[in-house]
């Protein structure tokens, strides 16, 4: 009948091969078209994809939705809880996993996440009521046996936490952490000689570890081995720069061989890192006094007052450091609280009658003086000496309250190690907690979001990304990067929208053209939000209407080798690869000269463990763009992984110098 019908001027004639493609596009753009339905397996799986990729912000959104269809599923009251453990929200982690643990009471990893969640939160009698379940299900989880050790070292319950470390080193031989938390036992029970034979074969098994060099440092220190103790400690510092005792322990030392300015630089860096830090700030103040730098001395007593209004010692210190700079009312003040509390504290009462006589108050001078003069005081108290050799290493416990020792160095009450309990999340951590490791830079990807490595500015560029953003006119400049930002929860929403509103657009759209950057708005926005399977059946239709454009190859390609950490079981990983590679090898053919789609096909290469291919693309990728660092460092990796440590580092100083500062780390570690 098609024949016999006269077209309207007003439409165009169709050929049955122009309507079969027509139909074709239709039928695969209606499934993703229909009226807003929430499938709970695939928001599961965005959930864990953002997770994979640490957006957790966003993975609770797309948990909150799943439980708010099937609130009877306990994975997404699993992963919620994850996300909020991340978020350092301990309290929302716990009470999701308890969700969990009633709807589903046989996963072993809810009680583990469980646990730590309590630790987190000091319930260490609960968190070791998890782990007994844990172990009870799996003993031949290491972690489990672990942290319930460290719960009862906590609790104090070292005869238990012996077992379990004797367990420990039974089963697990090489664990060097369980050698060098035996050592700080037997430290606790004054038995150094124990310390050091079990400390040593930490050390022994892993002399990366930085709790045994720790627990080495405090040996010295009782044993008042100085230089044993600053290189004890530096090389606890070097391997994690972030644990504030170290400092504040190696100022110790220094001051103890007269190395003020070593300690000074100390008690710097303990208060960059923990600007709340009370040892330091007391210490330093103190320090300070002694190289007559008094204003800045009364800052730091400043603050350790806000911190603890009645803490004497300080009150007495800031007195002192008012009177000598002139501030003799604010000194009498302080003197004044003292006093009345100690009113036999002879050293304040002199120097509270030196202050009123400077200010003419001779009545209230007097009246001080007599005091003294009944305690047949010392003519020569009050005059503050500097340091001698054994008042420089005179300490005081912190709780210890003795105002005759105003003046002296405050250390902790208790010397301890701080440890880090074992996560070994499948769910990837925080990245910013995370010591730079053997770990491949990203894939360059699609985003709304401006390339950043915190280091160097630098705009990654490509002609047809460019050309996109100036024919397909994005409600969002579309920008290449390989480190898109973690979305908040108001960015998140803002995705949300602009997904729902392309929606009605390409609903309404005709044009194929129009159709297609459409799509690829929504497949980038799909792509953000870590859903990616709706992201590629939208760069799927995309292709099916031109199967020559090169950027859906690209972010196809990229948002395939994202699924696969978090779908791919066994097997299935190789295959999924391949599909990887088959999309960025046919961007290359359309943009031969595109340094990005060589770098990403690199990056699977390297994860297939084939690291020549690898470096042959890299090379050809730095070939095309010579200042592109990720690619630099790859290579260094995939270097690295042969076991070519020359290259390595000649890559990795090239990465580092372009801005990949994690290179410098690796760079140390291969020089060893």
């Known amino acids: 009948m098609l024949r016999h019908c006269r077209s309207s001027p007003l439409t165009p004639h169709l050929s049955p091969f122009r309507m079969l493609r027509w139909l074709t596009i239709f039928l695969l753009l209606a499934p993703l078209n229909v009226a807003a339905q929430f499938n709970v397996d695939r928001l599961i799986i965005n959930g864990r994809s953002a997770l994979y990729y640490e957006d957790y912000v966003l993975a609770i959104q797309h948990f909150n939705r799943a439980i708010s269809a099937k609130p009877y599923l306990y994975e997404p009251w699993f992963y919620r809880g994850v996300a909020k453990y991340y978020l350092d929200d301990f309290y929302g982690a716990e009470q999701d996993c308890s969700e969990a643990i009633n709807l589903n009471p046989y996963i072993n990893n809810m009680y583990e996440l469980r646990g730590l969640c309590r630790i987190r939160q000091q319930k260490y009698e609960e968190a070791i009521q998890d782990y007994d379940i844990a172990i009870h299900n799996d003993s031949s989880a290491q972690n489990f046996w672990f942290n319930r050790m460290l719960c009862r070292y906590e609790l104090k319950q070292y005869d238990q936490a012996q077992l379990d470390l004797d367990t420990i080193i039974q089963h697990w031989s090489k664990n060097a952490r369980a050698y060098s938390i035996k050592a700080q036992i037997y430290m606790l029970k004054k038995d150094t000689t124990q310390a050091a034979t079990w400390l040593n074969k930490a050390l022994e098994i892993d002399p990366y570890d930085a709790e045994g060099w720790m627990t080495a440092a405090n040996i010295s220190l009782a044993r008042a081995q100085w230089g044993d103790a600053e290189r004890q400690l530096s090389e606890a510092i070097r391997l994690r720069p972030k644990m504030v005792s170290n400092y504040v322990n190696r100022a110790l030392v220094r001051l103890n061989t007269n190395n003020l300015r070593g300690a000074m630089a100390d008690y710097d860096l303990a208060i960059e890192i923990d600007p709340n830090n009370f040892l330091a700030h007391y ?6 006094v002694q190289v007559g730098d008094d204003n800045r001395a009364i800052e730091d007593f400043d603050f350790i007052l806000q911190m ?4 004497l010692m300080a009150t007495f210190n800031r007195a002192v450091l008012h009177h000598k700079t002139g501030n003799l009312r604010a000194a009498i003040t302080d003197y004044t609280t003292v006093i009345n509390q100690y009113p036999n504290f002879w050293v304040g009462l002199k120097n509270r009658a030196e202050c009123y006589r400077r200010l003419g108050m001779v009545n209230q001078a007097e009246m001080d003086e007599f005091r003294i003069f009944k305690a047949q005081m010392d003519k020569h108290v009050g005059i503050q ?9 005179a300490t005081r416990k912190k709780s210890e309250i003795d105002m005759s020792k105003y003046n002296q160095i405050v250390v902790a009450d208790e010397e301890t190690v701080e440890h880090e309990f074992k996560y070994d999340s499948p769910y990837r951590g925080r990245v910013q907690d995370r010591e730079v490791g053997n770990e ?22 490509d002609s047809t990304v460019d050309a996109f953003n100036q024919k397909g006119k994005p409600r969002h400049t579309v920008y290449l990067t390989c480190n898109p930002a973690q979305l908040d929860e108001k960015t998140s929403k803002a995705y949300f ?32 939000l870590q859903n990616l399977d709706d992201a590629v059946a939208d ?30 079981q066994g097997t299935d990983i190789h295959m999924m690869q391949e599909r990887v590679i088959d999309n960025f090898s046919k961007a290359i053919v359309l943009a031969p000269k595109n340094a990005y789609l060589y ?14 291919k690898a470096i042959d693309d890299y090379s050809k990728a730095i070939e095309c763009n010579s200042n592109l660092p990720e690619a630099f460092f790859n290579r260094g990796l995939s270097y690295g992984n042969m076991g070519d440590k020359q290259h390595a580092v000649q890559d990795l100083s090239a990465a580092g110098q372009l801005g990949v500062y994690g290179a410098y780390n690796l760079i140390k570690q291969y020089s060893k």
């Open 283 to 288: 210490n330093r103040g103190l320090l300070r």
């Open 308 to 311: 603890e209004p009645g803490n």
């Open 385 to 393: 000496p500097r340091w001698t050799a054994a008042q420089r290493r």
């Open 440 to 461: 491949y830079q990203p894939m360059y990807l699609l985003a709304y979001s401006k390339y950043n490595n915190v280091v160097r500015a630098y705009l990654a560029f």
């Open 497 to 528: 929208s602009l997904v729902d509103s392309l929606a009605a657009n390409i609903d309404a759209t005709l044009d194929m053209t129009d159709t297609k950057y459409l799509l690829m708005q929504r497949a980038v926005a799909y792509t953000s």
């Open 539 to 568: 760069l799927n239709t995309i292709l099916s209407i031109d199967s020559t454009d090169m950027l859906a190859y690209w972010q196809r390609g990229v948002c395939l080798s994202m699924r696969i950490p978090v779908v791919a």
């Open 599 to 612: 770098y990403n096909r690199a990056n699977v290469y390297a994860a297939r463990g084939e690291y020549q």
